[in-house]
């Protein structure tokens, strides 16, 4: 079992940034990848942003450019930088972890990110 910690959520207003950070309960090294889905009301989750054990990393087309995703392996921690936050960003934003590309997903309990005036 991983366990997954999410920090970082909250309100900003359109334009600005916000840091969201996933602590797992194992070492990440021992992981497939891990990254972030967001979801909103009525729709299906989406798959964000993700990092394998190798740092190769890859984003929905939406947030390439104002997101990044990095991962600290001293701290079992993967990390979402945004950036030009839009309102349309706004949603619970969830953290993930496979432990082999066949594996089913671990996840975290979800943090909301609402970006509004």
């Known amino acids: 079992q991983v366990q997954l910690v999410e920090s970082g959520g909250g309100l900003v207003q359109p334009g600005g940034s916000l840091r969201l950070s996933c602590a797992a309960s194992?070492?990440?090294?021992?992981?497939?990848?891990m990254g972030w889905y967001r979801q909103v009301p009525g729709k299906q989750r989406e798959l964000v942003a993700g990092?394998?054990?190798?740092?190769?990393?890859n984003y929905v087309g939406s947030v390439k450019g104002r997101f990044t995703i990095s991962r600290d392996n001293a701290k079992d921690t993967v990390y979402l930088r945004m950036n030009s936050l839009k309102p349309e960003d706004t949603a619970v934003y969830y953290c993930?972890?496979?432990?082999?590309?066949?594996?089913?997903?671990?996840w975290g309990q979800g943090t909301q990110v609402t970006v509004s005036s």
């Open positions: 990092i394998t054990s190798g740092d190769i990393t």
């Open positions: 194992v070492s990440i090294l021992s992981l497939y990848d």
């Open positions: 993930y972890a496979r432990r082999t590309y066949y594996s089913g997903n671990f």
